[in-house]
C-alpha cells in the first residue's frame, strides 16, 4: 500500500519553464492539499481540493494551476516557474476536511534556476 | 486573519528533561489545533489534535498539548525527551485552509 506517492521527488528547471509536480494516493480520501515549505515560512497551503473537479485557493495560490480529474492524483503546475518557487513541496490528503488528519507525502524538492 | 506563532525558531534540550514548545494562534472563531512533526527529508506526521472537550489532549510518542483559549496558546509537552524526538515541530490551525506555524525545531543533548 504505497499511500501518497509524489513524483518526482527532485526537480531542477529553468526559470520560465512549465513544471507539474505529481500526486497520486490510494487511499480514496476525498481532500487533497499542496503546500509549499520554506525556511522560516513553515509550510503555506496553495491549494486544495475536497473532491475531483473541486478546487479551492489556499493562502498562495498565485503562480500555481491545479486540477483534479480523477478522486486519486492531484497534479500541481507551475506554468512559468521563477526563482522563488524554488522550494520542497508536500502534497497531503485527508479522509474529509474541517480539521481530519492529513497525511503526508515524501515531498519534491524543486530548484528553479 | 488566521495565524500561528511559533516564538521558538530552536530549543536544544537535555535527553531525559522535560519540553514545552509554545504555539499561540489567531482564528476567528474555536480552531482545529495541531502538532505535526517532521524529521530531516520526510513529510509531516500528527502528534496529536484538539477540537473541543477536554482541553489536555494526549498524542502518540508520550507527547501532550494543553488548549487555553485565554491565552490563545496550545503547547506541547513531553515529560522526559528521548534522542528520538529530535526533529522540527509544527503547530497548525484551521480546517481545510490550513496555517502552519514556522516550526520549532527540537535538538536533544546526550
Known amino acids: 500500500d504505497a499511500g501518497i506517492t509524489q513524483s518526482p521527488r527532485y526537480k531542477i528547471t529553468e526559470t520560465g519553464r512549465q513544471v507539474t509536480l505529481m500526486c497520486h494516493q490510494t487511499?480514496?480520501?476525498?481532500?487533497m492539499f499542496w503546500y509549499r515549505q520554506d525556511l522560516g515560512h513553515g509550510l503555506r497551503l496553495i491549494y486544495y481540493?475536497?473532491?475531483?473537479?473541486?478546487?479551492d485557493k489556499g493562502e498562495v495560490p498565485d503562480g500555481y494551476v491545479v486540477s483534479r480529474s480523477k478522486t486519486e492524483n492531484f497534479p500541481l503546475t507551475l506554468e512559468s516557474a521563477t526563482r522563488s518557487q524554488t522550494s520542497v513541496y508536500f502534497c497531503?490528503?485527508?479522509?474529509?476536511?474541517?480539521?481530519?488528519?492529513?497525511?503526508f507525502g515524501p515531498g519534491t524538492r524543486l530548484t528553479v534556476l | 486573519a488566521q495565524s500561528v506563532t511559533q516564538p521558538d525558531i530552536h530549543i536544544t534540550v537535555s535527553e531525559g528533561a522535560s519540553l514545552e514548545l509554545r504555539c499561540n494562534y489567531s482564528?476567528?472563531?474555536?480552531?482545529?489545533l495541531f502538532w505535526y512533526v517532521q524529521s530531516p527529508g520526510q513529510g509531516l506526521q500528527l502528534l496529536l489534535k484538539?477540537?473541543?472537550?477536554?482541553?489536555l489532549v494526549q498524542g502518540i510518542k508520550g507527547f501532550e498539548a494543553e488548549f487555553k483559549r485565554s491565552q490563545s496558546s496550545f503547547n506541547l509537552r513531553k515529560p522526559s525527551v528521548h534522542w528520538s524526538d529530535a526533529a522540527e515541530y509544527f503547530c497548525?490551525?484551521?480546517?481545510?485552509?490550513?496555517?502552519f506555524g514556522a516550526g520549532t525545531r527540537l535538538t536533544v543533548k546526550p
Open positions: 497531503a490528503t485527508s479522509q474529509a476536511g474541517s480539521g481530519n488528519e492529513q497525511f
Open positions: 487511499w480514496s480520501h476525498s481532500y
Open positions: 481540493s475536497a473532491a475531483a473537479d473541486i478546487t
Open positions: 482564528y476567528g472563531a474555536t480552531p482545529y
Open positions: 484538539y477540537f473541543s472537550g477536554d482541553t
Open positions: 497548525a490551525v484551521g480546517n481545510n485552509d490550513m496555517r
